[in-house]
């Protein structure tokens, strides 16, 4: 059973950076896919990016391309997503998962708790 710890969250201003950590404990990392997602208050929760075992896959949210950017180190058992240029729009619960993909489109199996970003204007 695996469990995933995100970490990284926070207040930033508009224009700001953050970077979100998700370790992996319990289980092989390195031969499953790992996304990110987050949940504005009163909104679904929405896929943000995702990332193959290999790094090889990488895909993102049209509305933040270009502004994050999601990595792994499978060494460490652990998920990044660097989030710069951030926008008031962007504040949510993040949420890190594993998963895989199937074909294009990326299946999360097992979620972490969350952690908060908070994008001041």
């Known amino acids: 059973q695996v469990r995933l710890v995100e970490s990284g969250g926070g207040l930033a201003q508009a224009g700001g950076s953050l970077r979100l950590s998700c370790a992996a404990f319990g289980r092989t990392f390195k031969d499953l896919a790992m996304g990110w997602f987050r949940q504005a208050p009163g909104k679904e929760r929405e896929f943000v990016s995702g990332?193959?075992?290999?790094?090889?896959?990488?895909d993102y949210l049209d509305s933040v391309k270009g502004r994050f950017t999601i990595s792994r180190d499978n060494a460490k058992n652990t998920a990044y997503l660097q989030m710069n240029s951030l926008k008031p729009e962007d504040t949510a619960e993040y949420f890190c998962s594993q998963g895989t993909y199937i074909g294009s489109q990326y299946y999360p199996q097992v979620w972490g708790q969350g952690t908060q970003v908070t994008v001041s204007s």
């Open positions: 990332i193959n075992w290999s790094g090889t896959h990488v």
